[in-house]
T-cell receptor
């Protein structure tokens, strides 16, 4: 499986500010995904990021709040804009497996965000 | 719409005893089925998956899961629990084809505590 890293691993931010989270993969992947895990909750898909096209957002998530970039096949960023305490969550990126294992998604270590 | 139910918020088991973490799903067709584990302050780690074939799937760390189509269940099992197995376990499903077939739907998670 691919090795996935995220930066920052955690952050504490003030309301009204924005934070950009980076996701780096050690191999080229077609599809990258961004998830949110609110405290004590399960994972919810925010959007799918494909290189060379705009991200596809799930119901309840909009580009103005969560802009995503996918400049190449190994990197993506998620920005959490105009943050409020309700945005306090773990944000995880994931990628599809390679070599015939595309049905499986592998996850990064997550970014723990606390908004005050 | 697809959904996953993990009926137990928490499962407690004594070290050395067998453990079961339950999962049932609702999705049209024959989905892909997954188990992930999340250790404290860590991202999600892939444990095992059901694609096709033998209903008993073996995965990492001695875990296995049994696919039961008639009961639409995919319970996670381990013959002998270790204290180090204490973590949060997520069941997930994904359609094999069609629109949104890339989308993983997660259960709400089950906290496993293995008591020494």
């Amino acid at each position: 499986s691919a090795v996935i890293s995220q930066k920052p691993s955690r952050d504490i931010c003030q309301r009204g500010t924005s934070l950009t989270i980076q996701c780096q993969v050690d191999s080229q992947v077609t599809m990258m995904f961004w998830y949110r895990q609110q405290p004590g909750q399960s994972l919810t898909l925010i959007a799918t990021a494909n290189q060379g096209s705009e991200a596809t957002y799930e119901s309840g998530f909009v580009i103005d709040k969560f802009p995503i970039s996918r400049p190449n096949l190994t990197f993506s960023t998620l920005t959490v804009s105009n943050m409020s305490p309700e945005d306090s969550s773990i944000y995880l990126c994931s990628v599809e497996g390679q070599g015939g294992g595309q049905e499986t998604q592998y996850f990064g270590p997550g970014t723990r965000l606390l908004v005050l | 719409a697809q959904s996953v139910a993990q009926p137990e918020d928490q499962v407690n088991v004594a070290e050395g005893n067998p453990l079961t973490v339950k999962c049932t799903y609702s999705v049209s067709g024959n989905p892909y089925l997954f188990w992930y584990v999340q250790y404290p302050n860590r991202g999600l780690q892939f444990l095992l998956k059901y694609i096709t074939g033998d209903n008993l799937v073996k995965g990492s760390y001695g875990f296995e899961a049994e696919f039961n189509k008639s009961q639409t269940s995919f319970h996670l099992k381990k013959p002998s629990a270790l204290v180090s197995d204490s973590a949060l376990y997520f069941c997930a499903v994904r359609p094999r084809s069609g629109a949104g077939s890339y989308q993983l739907t997660f259960g709400k998670g089950t906290k496993l505590s293995v008591i020494p």
